[in-house]
């Protein structure tokens, strides 16, 4: 049972337009969430962090759109670059359970110059 | 440069073979962690050390042996492995176990099991 599904396995944009990937969970007891990107030979760097209080949170290109009524998240980057070119990973764990994250499959996006 | 070094990059071995995986994190952080991601699958929790002790093993099957000797270093010791185990290892860091914690990862070992 995958309790956090990314099912865009790829997204293709231009530079300068908009970039969202798309994050759905199934577990209520999810709290926090997150973004990792992941470069090719180099382990997942965090991006970006939304806690359930919050419905938005903004980080300069970068914003994380929580709706719980849905259980789902999106990540917004814009204007997008090529060097945003990367896989996006989206995680989540519930507070009571620490810092066991639980990931998404990942999504590969690249922005074409 | 995470601050998390993985040695070493890419492993090669037979099902026959004893190796191990070497994790060494610079951060100070308490908490050390190995994931699994086979190709097209989310990344699996494998284990989570908090100061040395092991607080969580995701139902990993013994041919993998995890070993913490301090807070900083953190070893995965492999034995007897199957052709389906191929896949990157990444160990990863946190200051605590608490809620909200951000994970440092490491680039990781490129396993292949022949």
């Known amino acids: 049972d995958q309790q956090v599904k990314q099912n865009s396995p790829s997204l293709s944009v231009q530079e300068g337009r908009i970039s969202i990937l798309n994050c759905d969970y199934t577990?209520?007891?999810?709290?926090?969430f997150l973004w990792y990107k992941k470069y090719p030979a180099e382990g997942p760097t965090f991006l970006i962090s939304?806690?359930?209080?919050?419905d938005k949170n903004e980080d300069g290109r970068f914003t994380v759109f929580l709706n719980k009524s849905a259980k789902h998240l999106s990540l917004h980057i814009v204007p997008s670059q090529p060097g945003d070119s990367a896989v996006y990973f989206c995680?989540?764990?519930?507070?009571?359970?620490?810092?066991?994250?639980?990931f998404g499959e990942g999504t590969q996006l690249t922005v074409n110059p | 440069e995470t601050g998390v070094t993985q040695t070493p990059r890419h492993l090669v071995m037979g099902m026959t073979n004893k190796k191990s995986l070497k994790c060494e994190q610079h951060?100070?952080?308490?908490?050390m962690y190995w994931y699994k991601q086979s190709a097209k699958k989310p990344l699996e929790l494998m284990f989570v050390?908090?100061?040395?002790?092991?607080?969580e093993n995701n139902s990993v099957p013994s041919r993998f042996s995890p070993e913490c000797p301090n807070s900083s270093h953190l070893f995965l010791h492999l034995h007897t492995l199957q052709p389906e185990d191929s896949a990157l290892y990444l160990c990863?860091?946190?200051?605590?176990?608490?809620?909200?914690?951000?994970?440092?990862f490491g680039s990781g070992t490129q396993l292949s099991v022949l």
């Open positions: 951060l100070g952080h308490n908490a």
């Open positions: 939304i806690s359930s209080i919050k």
């Open positions: 050390y908090n100061f040395k002790e092991q607080t």
């Open positions: 995680a989540a764990s519930p507070e009571t359970s620490g810092s066991r994250l639980t």
């Open positions: 577990n209520s007891m999810f709290d926090y």
């Open positions: 990863a860091s946190s200051q605590n176990i608490k809620g909200r914690e951000k994970l440092f």
